[in-house]
């Protein structure tokens, strides 16, 4: 194996984040092999170089099928070498055997970001120091590419961060299903509207900060800043809050705190450690 941080041994342990979480950042490539196949031994270093030579665009995971028997049969391998292209978390493209280097060359181009991908993050980047520009340069793409799911959620994400578009949110997002890693975007997107949609409606924080300082034992001021903070990406201590909230105001549990903190979930991800935890708080707090 060439020693480069591109190329990598995969096995159970480290498939998941090696593989399957890397793909949802760059394309992965997962070799299929053992050491007493020939063709193997052909293709590996062949990938190997290709995949060096493009710098870091696409990773090389290398799993030993003698070893890893369960990751092979989870991929339905039935001969080696067995290559699959993931993106996002899927597989997008695979091949059985060995290919001539153009035949190779011409599979990893499909992996390699268009133009619009990188005009996307270009856009994507600009929005940190100029938001006004960064819309107006995805809407210009939208407009040229509304089939690009990547461009139709991107949208749909700057203009839910604003929480007055929702109509136009909904009608971006309206293609999409709630399975897999796209529903889980389109739920984390459909949550920030609606915290961006509370927090409009809210005093500011200097202001709700006063309200609890009046009256600490209300807990519409705690429900209030444990929106404002979630709206501003500290989820834990909005979390806190909101559970402060709810035990000084049953009702307020009830309704809007639960609704608040179930966006706050999507947000963190529905299974994550924090999500789990405060989840077990408001179930507490509601039976």
């Known amino acids: 194996m060439i020693n480069s941080e591109w190329i990598y041994a ?6 998941s984040a090696k593989v399957v979480e890397m793909s949802k950042d760059v394309p992965v490539v997962v070799d299929f092999w053992a050491p007493w196949c020939q063709p193997c031994k052909l293709l590996k270093p062949m990938l190997e170089s290709a995949i060096q030579n493009l710098n870091g665009q696409v990773m090389l995971a290398e799993i030993n099928t003698d070893e890893n028997p369960n990751l092979a049969a989870s991929f339905k391998v039935e001969g080696i070498p067995a290559v699959f292209a993931l993106k996002d978390g899927l597989v997008v493209n695979r091949f059985q055997g060995l290919l001539t280097d153009e035949q190779l060359q011409e599979f990893l181009a499909t992996l390699l970001p268009t133009e619009v991908d990188k005009r996307l993050a270009e856009a994507i980047e600009l929005k940190k120091t100029d938001p006004v520009a960064a819309e107006e340069t995805i809407r210009g793409l939208f407009k040229e590419n509304s ?7 991107a949208l749909a994400r700057m203009l839910a961060g604003k929480g007055d578009e929702q109509s136009e949110v909904l009608g ?8 897999g890693d796209t529903g889980k975007e389109v739920q984390k997107i459909m949550s920030v509207l609606k915290l961006c949609q509370i927090t409009k409606a809210l005093p500011t924080e200097a202001d709700v900060l006063k309200q609890i300082e009046l009256k600490p034992k209300d807990g519409m001021g705690y429900y209030q800043l444990g929106c404002l903070r979630a709206a501003a990406g500290n989820y ?4 806190k809050l909101l559970i402060q909230a709810g035990e000084n105001d049953m009702n307020l549990a009830k309704n809007l705190v639960r ?3 179930v966006s706050i979930f999507h947000l963190v991800g529905v299974g994550s450690p924090l999500a789990n935890q405060y989840r077990s708080k408001l179930s507490s707090l509601l039976y």
């Not at 971006?172 to 399975?179: A, Q, R, T």
């Not at 834990?236 to 979390?239: D, R």
Request: charged fraction near 45%; charge should be negative.
């Open 10 to 15: 995969v096995d159970e342990k480290n498939f």
């Open 147 to 153: 089939k690009h799911d990547k461009v139709r959620l």
């Open 172 to 179: 971006l997002l309206e293609p999409f299903g709630s399975d």
């Open 236 to 239: 834990e201590e909005a979390l």
């Open 259 to 261: 609704e608040a903190m």
